[in-house]
């Protein structure tokens, strides 16, 4: 495979980068808004809560489907069909004036960020060969990831504070119109060969399953972890999972191929993604309450304060693209994820002493040149030697693994923050709180950095060449198995 033409790679590498930079924008971009919110729409601690669970329900239980529809239908047509509903979502979110119009508009945001997610990094997998396009274009696949999410909370603060609380829905539009632009100009409709039937009952079990431990994760907040609706939700997702698994073995064509699960680089990279978004999530959540719970920095003075970190994220995106060259994506996973720790468990001394160079600047830069690097790495192992026609799924599997980390991780860091905090409302308690919560992340990182050597292949894997001296990164699926292995 050589890849787009160099005419075209510049506008698909923009897809790339505008689809999941929207996804992670939206991932954060209302936590500092919430108080707005709740101003103007009486949404109490309920209603404020489902306006992030709104967009993590089906985002969360649908990713694994939407992955495997980037295999089926043609791409232009699902990438436009998808952004189209996000604007729309946001445009009807943004002008809601009940509480459950904001919410609505935020489920549908969810939906389409289901099909929008695996579909970017497909793109990086199918449309440039592996070596120095794959790594180039997973650095922006990265890169929109990490940036994403802390310019979520830099503008989220700016917008509510100089503008509106609606403007946190409504600025997706802009990107949506850029990234329409970039899909007409550098994805073309074609369907990958080899088309077959979708695996409709294996999507609907794993969706079922998905979306009820999330649920499960979800209720701990309100009802605790051995309370019988959570107890109930958790039992419901292991069934339907067992269910999907035990389908899988016998339908023709599978949603989830029982090959996948000897590709030691994808689970290594999706093992290591479920943990390191758990602590990022967590860390994006917990700093943000210490700006302005514990330092008293107002949203504007909270979302620029994160700007350090898109800077961090920009030189690890850099390093880990040399690094990854030469010595493959395993090194880059366990520094990545051991510097990122570091940040964390330096964020956990940050209390209300602190100034701003060494409470927030220094570890922002240590975890976010960490983060940054770990993601490109991360991004390239769960590609490595996938075949074109599977693509969507490798990347709905990464994806699927980061969000459920994602939602586990915040709750349990939630649970373990307010185990210290108590009843405690003054500066010092909550700083104990999220500080604690903060060093309890670090050590997730360092598990899953860890983990990830552990179990991705020490050799990377190098792309055949043709008969006509063109590179080939794409194989049969046994040979792709094979290649993966340690030599």
Same mark, same amino acid.
């Given at each position: 495979?050589?890849?787009?033409?160099?005419?075209?790679?510049?506008?698909?590498?923009a897809?790339?980068?505008?689809? $999941?930079?929207?996804?992670?924008?939206?991932?954060?971009?209302?936590n =500092?808004?919430?108080?707005?919110?709740?101003?103007?729409?009486?949404?109490?601690?309920?209603?404020?809560a489902?306006?992030?669970?709104?967009?993590? &329900?089906?985002?969360?239980? &649908?990713?694994l489907?939407?992955?495997?529809?980037?295999?089926?239908? %043609?791409?232009?047509?699902? +990438?436009?069909?998808?952004l189209?509903?996000?604007?729309?979502a946001?445009?009807?979110?943004?002008?809601a004036?009940?509480?459950?119009?904001?919410?609505?508009?935020?489920?549908l945001?969810?939906?389409?960020?289901?099909?929008?997610?695996? $579909?970017?990094?497909?793109?990086?997998?199918?449309? *440039?060969?592996?070596?120095a396009?794959?790594?180039?274009?997973? /650095? #922006?696949?990265?890169?929109?990831?990490?940036?994403?999410?802390?310019?979520g909370v830099? &503008?989220s603060?700016?917008?509510?504070?100089?503008?509106n609380?609606?403007?946190?829905?409504?600025?997706?539009?802009?990107?949506?119109?850029?990234?329409?632009?970039?899909?007409?100009?550098g994805?073309?409709?074609?369907?990958?060969?080899?088309?077959?039937?979708?695996?409709?009952?294996?999507?609907?079990l794993?969706?079922?399953?998905?979306?009820?431990?999330? $649920?499960?994760?979800?209720?701990?907040?309100?009802?605790?972890?051995?309370?019988?609706?959570?107890?109930?939700?958790?039992?419901? %997702?292991?069934?339907?999972?067992?269910?999907?698994?035990?389908?899988?073995? @016998?339908?023709?064509d599978?949603?989830i191929?029982?090959?996948?699960?000897r590709?030691?680089? +994808?689970?290594?990279a999706? =093992?290591?993604?479920?943990?390191?978004t758990?602590?990022? !999530?967590?860390?994006?959540?917990?700093?943000?309450?210490?700006?302005?719970?514990?330092?008293?920095?107002?949203?504007?003075?909270?979302?620029?304060?994160?700007?350090?970190?898109?800077?961090?994220?920009?030189?690890?995106?850099?390093?880990?693209?040399?690094?990854?060259?030469?010595?493959?994506? @395993?090194? #880059?996973?366990?520094?990545?994820?051991?510097?990122?720790?570091?940040?964390?468990?330096?964020?956990g001394?940050?209390g209300p002493?602190?100034? *701003?160079?060494?409470? !927030?600047?220094?570890?922002?830069?240590?975890?976010s040149?960490?983060?940054?690097?770990?993601?490109?790495?991360?991004?390239?192992?769960?590609?490595?030697?996938?075949?074109?026609?599977?693509?969507?799924?490798?990347?709905? !599997?990464?994806?699927s693994a980061?969000? +459920?980390?994602?939602?586990?991780?915040l709750?349990v &860091?939630?649970?373990?923050?307010?185990?210290?905090?108590g009843?405690?409302?003054?500066?010092?308690?909550?700083?104990?709180?999220?500080?604690?919560a903060?060093? #309890?992340?670090?050590?997730?990182? =360092?598990?899953?950095?860890?983990?990830?050597? #552990?179990?991705?292949? /020490?050799?990377?894997?190098?792309?055949?060449?043709?008969?006509?001296?063109?590179?080939?990164s794409?194989?049969?699926?046994?040979?792709?198995?094979?290649?993966?292995?340690?030599?």
């Amino acid at each position: 495979m050589s890849g787009p033409p160099t005419t075209r790679r510049g506008a698909t590498s923009a897809v790339v980068f505008l689809t $999941m930079f929207l996804v992670s924008l939206d991932l954060s971009i209302v936590n =500092v808004a919430l108080p707005a919110m709740d101003a103007a729409l009486d949404l109490g601690p309920t209603g404020l809560a489902w306006v992030i669970n709104a967009f993590l &329900l089906p985002y969360a239980g &649908l990713l694994l489907l939407g992955g495997r529809l980037a295999d089926l239908v %043609g791409r232009r047509t699902l +990438l436009l069909g998808s952004l189209g509903v996000f604007a729309v979502a946001s445009l009807f979110g943004g002008a809601a004036q009940e509480g459950w119009q904001l919410i609505v508009g935020r489920g549908l945001q969810g939906v389409a960020a289901a099909v929008l997610t695996p $579909m970017s990094l497909a793109l990086v997998t199918s449309e *440039f060969e592996e070596g120095a396009a794959r790594n180039k274009a997973m /650095a #922006v696949w990265g890169g929109a990831g990490a940036a994403g999410g802390a310019l979520g909370v830099v &503008l989220s603060g700016l917008l509510t504070d100089h503008l509106n609380w609606r403007w946190v829905m409504w600025v997706n539009v802009v990107f949506v119109v850029a990234a329409m632009v970039a899909v007409l100009r550098g994805v073309d409709n074609r369907i990958p060969a080899g088309r077959r039937r979708p695996d409709i009952l294996g999507g609907l079990l794993v969706t079922a399953g998905v979306t009820a431990l999330v $649920m499960g994760v979800i209720d701990t907040g309100d009802r605790g972890w051995g309370a019988p609706q959570v107890v109930g939700w958790f039992g419901a %997702g292991v069934v339907a999972l067992l269910a999907f698994a035990a389908v899988e073995t @016998r339908v023709a064509d599978p949603l989830i191929p029982l090959e996948f699960l000897r590709r030691r680089a +994808l689970i290594g990279a999706s =093992v290591f993604g479920f943990l390191l978004t758990s602590a990022q !999530i967590a860390s994006f959540f917990f700093v943000s309450q210490i700006m302005q719970r514990v330092l008293g920095y107002s949203p504007t003075e909270t979302g620029l304060s994160f700007l350090p970190f898109c800077v961090g994220i920009m030189i690890g995106l850099r390093a880990a693209q040399v690094v990854a060259r030469d010595h493959g994506p @395993r090194p #880059v996973l366990l520094a990545g994820g051991l510097l990122g720790a570091a940040g964390l468990f330096w964020f956990g001394f940050t209390g209300p002493a602190s100034g *701003f160079v060494t409470g !927030i600047l220094g570890p922002s830069l240590v975890c976010s040149i960490g983060v940054g690097a770990a993601m490109v790495a991360m991004g390239l192992a769960a590609s490595s030697g996938v075949p074109v026609d599977q693509a969507g799924l490798a990347s709905g !599997i990464l994806s699927s693994a980061r969000q +459920l980390g994602g939602a586990l991780g915040l709750a349990v &860091l939630v649970t373990v923050a307010d185990s210290v905090t108590g009843d405690g409302t003054t500066p010092g308690a909550l700083s104990d709180g999220f500080a604690t919560a903060l060093r #309890v992340a670090a050590v997730l990182l =360092v598990i899953g950095a860890v983990a990830a050597t #552990v179990i991705v292949p /020490a050799s990377h894997p190098k792309p055949p060449i043709s008969d006509s001296g063109d590179v080939m990164s794409r194989s049969s699926p046994a040979a792709d198995i094979t290649a993966e292995e340690p030599r």
